[in-house]
């Protein structure tokens, strides 16, 4: 606690006085964040950090396991963060974002580790799919690093899956005013990898080229009716 104290007193009196017109606009007119991050509540997975983003730039809903259950199931911080952004807020883009060494994902492949957690375990069950995808599909020879990774990939996509299911998001998507993006950021080594949806995988960002997203909206035609026959009397 001691370490945080000093960090607000520094930002109090090094950081503050420097941005203060910004914050103060901010408090005036309000957020309007460029994008909503889901990412993991690891310490070491710092979404503005990574992104470089300012006050008032990034709305972030953080995580065990960067998860978005599906709709369906009970209303949750998650849904109403997802919510609020999209529908209060406006963002136009909505990122999941994985990473390497992911505890949650750990807990998936070695279901022995959440007998003390029976919060964790039941949370997870929104990403065991993931685990399912790389048990039946990936080589059975994978280390026990690789398969965390996999999973932790695999469970980007997922939750993507869950997103659409969302009204908000799937009403903006009809509209073509919101596109989904999955990352994953590489703890070791800094790097962020990017879901091409239509490729169906991940690849890394090349500034010479657009960026790849996971899922864009394509528009939506209203379904119209047939009328029915006028009733004709014999």
Not at 93 to 104: E, N
Not at 181 to 193: P, S
Request: hydrophobic share 40%.
């Amino acid at each position: 606690m001691n370490d945080l104290l000093k960090g607000i007193s520094s930002f109090r009196g090094a950081v503050f006085p420097n941005h203060s017109a910004l914050y103060r606009r901010l408090a005036e007119e309000g957020q309007q964040p460029q994008a909503l991050m889901i990412s993991c509540a690891d310490s070491r997975v710092m979404p503005e950090t990574i992104t470089q983003s300012g006050p008032g730039e990034l709305f972030v809903c953080r995580n065990a396991g960067n998860i978005v259950p599906p709709f369906s199931t009970a209303n949750g911080g998650v849904s109403s963060a997802i919510e609020y952004a999209v529908l209060a807020l406006g963002v136009r883009d909505i990122i999941v974002c994985g990473h390497s060494d992911c505890g949650a994902m750990k807990g998936l492949c070695c279901p022995e580790l959440l007998k003390p957690m029976p919060n964790v375990s039941a949370w997870l069950k929104h990403s065991y799919a993931a685990h399912s995808i790389v048990c039946e599909a990936y080589p059975a020879d994978l280390s026990e690093r690789q398969k965390v990774r996999a999973v932790a990939m695999e469970n980007v996509v997922v939750q993507l899956d869950h997103l659409r299911t969302h009204p908000s998001v799937a009403a903006k998507l009809a509209t073509n005013d919101v596109t989904l993006h999955g990352w994953f950021f590489d703890i070791e080594t800094g790097e962020v990898q990017v879901y091409d949806g239509a490729a169906a995988r991940f690849t890394e960002i090349n500034e010479d080229r657009p960026l790849p997203v996971a899922v864009t909206g394509r528009g939506h035609s209203r379904v119209m009716l047939q009328a029915e026959p006028a009733f004709v009397a014999e």
